[in-house]
């Protein structure tokens, strides 16, 4: 059984920083693309960020390029999304997402390619 758990998720004054962790069991971690999604209520589930098996190759949504940092290391399992200069409108619960599918070249953008997701972690940025 696929086990997938965020953690790090908190309350945060605009402009700071938080650092997401997302464990993955029961799943060869280090085979297949991982991406953060994030919703906001009242909003569809977006992506904000992916990385393929290795962690060499990255993606991100513009709405946080140059403020978040995904990473992974597969020997501990585990994916990660350093966030900096935090806004108010990065306010959602986030959500990790582990395909099963090979890509060694990239990964995907569309929820629809990710096939195990985490019960999410709120981060809410107060102004």
């Known amino acids: 059984q696929v086990l997938v758990v965020e953690s790090g998720g908190g309350l945060v004054q605009a402009g700071g920083s938080l650092r997401l962790s997302c464990t993955a069991s029961?799943?060869?971690?280090?085979?297949?693309?991982m991406a953060w999604f994030r919703q906001a209520p009242g909003k569809e589930r977006e992506w904000v960020s992916c990385?393929?098996?290795?962690?060499?190759?990255?993606s991100y949504a513009d709405s946080v390029k140059g403020r978040f940092t995904i990473s992974r290391d597969n020997y501990k399992n585990t994916l990660y999304l350093q966030m900096n200069s935090l806004k108010p409108e990065d306010t959602a619960m986030y959500y990790c997402?582990?395909?099963?599918?090979?890509?060694?070249?990239?990964?995907?953008?569309?929820?629809?390619?990710?096939?195990?997701w985490g019960q999410g972690t709120q981060v809410t940025v107060s102004s």
């Open positions: 990385t393929n098996w290795s962690g060499y190759i990255t």
């Open positions: 997402a582990a395909a099963r599918r090979y890509y060694a070249s990239g990964c995907w953008t569309s929820r629809d390619e990710y096939d195990y």
């Open positions: 029961g799943l060869s971690f280090d085979d297949y693309p």
